[in-house]
């Protein structure tokens, strides 16, 4: 039995991270009905990589787990093989079933430092491998009939490509098909998601009404930009902070985010109190560097231990502000005979810096040797 928490006290929670609800209505009903709530997490494991974006969905949704709720983490290994085409102005190239099992592993890694797997009553893992590698061509076929041909490309990336004359595979028109039916199957009541995934997800309330099922309601999650302040988080760009990146590396991230995000991650990335918050939105420019080392342990302290978070303010504060060399510095033993001083360093540099750059780097005691 879900345990009774305020209805006002879980939808102010919820409102930090949440952008749109479809529907709010349909929403209060479901927390006021105290039947458990079944809330799908479809991932598709093509890269294994989460960061604190996606973190955002897990922890609401381990919010609702310790009210006794269960969360459905539905590895898309069938679905993966087909690529989704969200956010793409390509096709995504088809991967091995190894290397989606692979993937899959090292997912489940990281949203367990979120998401408890610990109670089979709080969470199952599935897979859509179970019903779509056994369906047959006739009931997909069926599936197909009930969606136009309109609605799948009005889909705002297609509509870019056809725009730019770029393809779209049949393959990948289908996959927002599958996306949707997975959500009957597991009879989903609530899903998570980031704004990305609407257009998918609305398919699931579709083909749920068609089925006779309760539509599932959808809620999608702010999307900040990532640590270079341009685009959003995206392991291809490397302007996100990972799950699996270490507590250096994290605090490390934190502090390269433009000074105007600071306010932002702290309201989306982390737990400090609205109140809180408000206080440093206003002295915030007066001392950025300040708040930024503040925003980094308290991202830290969401993954790690608390000791972590200390920990990494002191290496940080010694090395850059104090100058003092760390003792773990990793140390690279060459024969001098084979390497000048400039290649050595620009070797560092992926050779992308010219001799006088680098020149001036052993100038301005940046280097030494």
């Known amino acids: 039995m879900p345990v009774s928490k305020d209805k006002k006290e879980l939808l102010e929670s919820f409102s930090r991270t949440t952008d749109e609800i ?12 105290k039947k458990k709530i079944r809330i799908k997490y479809g991932v598709d494991v093509t890269s294994p990589y989460l960061h604190i974006g996606h973190a955002v969905n897990l922890w609401m949704m381990r919010e609702l787990q310790d009210l006794g709720h269960k969360v459905i983490f539905l590895i898309g290994d069938f679905t993966t093989q087909i690529g989704d085409p969200t956010g793409r102005s390509n096709t995504r ?14 997912f489940i890694r990281q949203a367990k430092m979120v998401l408890r797997f610990d109670d089979p009553d709080l969470l199952e893992v599935r897979r859509n491998s179970e019903w779509f590698s056994k369906y047959q061509l006739s009931e997909f076929l069926r599936l197909l009939s009930m969606v136009t041909h309109s609605r799948l490309i009005s889909r705002d990336m297609f509509q870019r490509r056809i725009k730019n004359s770029e393809d779209i595979y049949l393959h990948e028109m289908i996959y927002p098909i599958l996306q949707g039916y997975d959500s009957y199957v597991l009879e ?13 997800e609305m398919l699931g309330r579709f083909y ?22 341009k685009a959003k988080q995206s392991k291809s760009l490397d302007n996100y902070i990972g799950l699996g990146h270490s507590s250096r590396d994290k605090f490390g991230r934190c502090m390269k985010i433009p000074d105007g995000l600071i306010v932002d991650y702290l309201k989306v990335y982390t737990k400090v109190p609205g109140e809180k918050i408000s206080t440093i939105e206003k002295e915030v420019t007066n001392d950025p560097m300040k708040w930024k080392k503040f925003l980094a342990q308290e991202i830290i302290k969401r993954y790690h231990e608390e000791t972590s978070a200390k920990n990494e303010l002191e290496w ?45 780097l052993f100038k301005q005691g940046a280097v030494s040797v």
């Open 93 to 106: 190239p088809i991967i091995s079933q190894s290397e989606i099992d692979k993937n899959a592993e090292e």
């Open 188 to 200: 989903s009541d609530l899903t998570i998601i980031g704004s990305d995934q609407l257009f998918n």
């Open 316 to 360: 940080f504060e010694n090395t850059f502000s104090k100058r003092i060399t760390p003792d773990d510095i990793p140390v690279l033993k060459v024969n001098s005979s084979e390497w000048v001083a400039i290649d050595l360093v620009n070797k560092f540099f992926d050779n992308s810096k010219s001799s006088s750059e680098v020149r001036r």
């Open 208 to 229: 749920q009404q068609k089925f006779g099922q309760k539509p599932q309601i959808i809620i999608t999650t702010k999307i900040t930009q990532g640590i270079d302040g």
């Open 22 to 33: 479809f529907s709010l209505n349909e929403f209060e009903e479901l927390i006021d009905s």
